[in-house]
């Protein structure tokens, strides 16, 4: 079965840090982009960050610049999302991504992606 599952959300305070982590099955991920990306309540999901298979091209959205860092261990097929001095407006569910389409650069829009997670919590309290 080809799944990903998210894992590392919490309930933490403004200022913590998490290290969200996707596991990934059934398939040989090392060949494709992958992305992280979240959904607040009453809103749409967006776009967090994302990153190549070889892991030289990675792309973050404005606001979370200079606090996330996107990686991945192809060794391990799995996907880590470092988040660094966490703000009450992080607090969503982050969901991770594959890209089985092929191309290098990877892309922000949740519909270029074809299996996603189930997605994990992560609350951050002022």
């Known amino acids: 079965q080809v799944q990903l599952v998210e894992s590392g959300g919490g309930l933490v305070q403004a200022g913590d840090s998490l290290t969200l982590s996707c596991a990934a099955s059934?398939?040989?991920?090392?060949?494709?982009?992958m992305g992280w990306f979240r959904q607040a309540p009453g809103k749409e999901r967006e776009f967090v960050a994302t990153?190549?298979?070889?892991?030289?091209?990675?792309y973050y959205t404005d606001s979370v610049k200079g606090r996330f860092t996107i990686s991945r261990d192809n060794a391990e097929n799995t996907l880590y999302l470092q988040i660094d001095s966490l703000k009450p407006e992080d607090t969503a569910v982050y969901y991770c991504?594959?890209?089985?389409?092929?191309?290098?650069?990877?892309?922000?829009?949740?519909?270029?992606?074809?299996?996603w997670g189930q997605g994990t919590q992560v609350t951050v309290s002022s």
């Open positions: 991504a594959a890209d089985f389409g092929g191309t290098y650069y990877p892309s922000s829009e949740p519909i270029e992606y074809d299996l």
């Open positions: 059934g398939r040989t991920f090392s060949r494709y982009a």
């Open positions: 990153i190549s298979w070889d892991g030289i091209r990675t």
